[in-house]
């Protein structure tokens, strides 16, 4: 018997043979960048969780959104906050509603195209701040349905690309393509938060955003993360509402979802690498214990590698930068 010389280090030697070898390639294209506008702002605000990112004032917005869109990045996914919260969460619907500006104002004035996205959800409009609507000491899941149609036609008619549902209500999808088809919205695609599970790894975004929950937990709603079967019906019922994006979230810990999704449905796919995934990072590059660029990249290219073809983050501009050169 003879052995054929293996030797897979031939495939390493030099930085020229590596790169014609490279099997995953991260892209500024395959990035989402979060933003967070607060209404009665005055100028940009830091959160301590979340360094380096802000909230900002609509007057801000363009500014930042060309800024993003210099770098490459071809999609931003836009988070409000409201001046006043009430129960029904009129201010996610309002015509003049933060994000809804937000969007005619990025539609009206940027100097080069980007793809807008943004959330619709209930918890930063709420004053229970819970992803639906409170009946006694319950999330309603019906009634919340018809609100969060309101939200996204409201978003349609300013002017967004793509709404995310992020409330884990069932038949979220399916209120909202109706509501969108039936206001002449055809062309306006749902990217929901398909799979999002209960984290711990979001409680830097719910300092940021103001939607930590005013009791309870989110456990009704959001997937428990022992249960890899039960966060593929969820994708699998997204698809037969007609979704067009399903996203896994969060993403790092997450991996093996990704790549079950990628191999049991045809359909794109996008990950949410989470604010807590975010912090980890940042803290620890802080610290000089780990290469915040390098790390970035890394983690960035694994979840690609898992199977997203996009991913929602806030190390876009890190990442950009890098991979900008
Ligand atoms: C709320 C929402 C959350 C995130 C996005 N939308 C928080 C939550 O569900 O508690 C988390 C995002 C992040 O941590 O980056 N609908
Ligand atoms: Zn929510």
New binding site residues.
Partial sequence: MSFPNVRLRRLRKNKKIRELLEEVRLSTKDLIC?IFVQEDLKSRMQVESMPDIERLPLKDVVDEVNSIADLKIPAIML?GIPAKKDDIGTAAFSENGIVQRAISEIRKSLDSEIAIMA?V????YTTAAH?GLVKGDKIDNDSTLDVLKKIAVSQAQAGVDVVSP???MDGQVKAIRQGLDDSGFTDVAIMS?SA?H??S??????D??H???KFSD?KTY?LPYTNPTEAMREVETDILEGVDIVMI??ALAYLDLIAKTRSSFNIPISA???????SLIKAAAKQGWIDEREVTMEVLTAIKRAGADMI?T?LSKIAAKTLNG
């Fill in positions: 979060p988070f959330d959800c209930l918890c930063q992803c992020s409330a884990m938060h999002k209960r984290s790894l979001y409680s830097p975004f719910r940021m955003a939607c930590a929950p989110r959001q979230k969060p949410y690498s989470v604010s807590g995934e975010y929602v806030y």
